[in-house]
């Protein structure tokens, strides 16, 4: 079942993502649950029917150290994006 919600975001963010879910051929309400369904996966079990065909065909592919950082990796990579 699929609510609406109502979030505050910076309009540039937006305008920005706009542009990029279009690149990707997804509207910026899938992209924002996915990055959510990303998230919090440790929380709760994530059924494979749940996830985007885009997202089910990348599940995997990476491997990562046990005790990588991707809190720490994304602030780097969003702050260099950004120059902030």
Not at 6 to 21: D, P, Q, R, S
Request: no cysteine; net charge positive.
């Amino acid at each position: 079942m699929n609510t609406k919600l109502t979030l505050t975001i910076e309009k540039e963010v937006i305008e920005i993502a706009k542009e990029y879910a279009k690149e990707k051929g997804q509207s910026l309400s899938e992209m924002v649950e996915n990055y959510f369904k990303l998230v919090t996966v440790n929380r709760r079990k994530i059924k494979e029917k749940q996830l985007s065909p885009k997202v089910r065909k990348l599940r995997g592919i990476i491997k990562i150290e046990k005790d990588f950082d991707y809190k720490k990796t994304l602030t780097e990579e969003l702050s260099k994006k950004y120059g902030v």
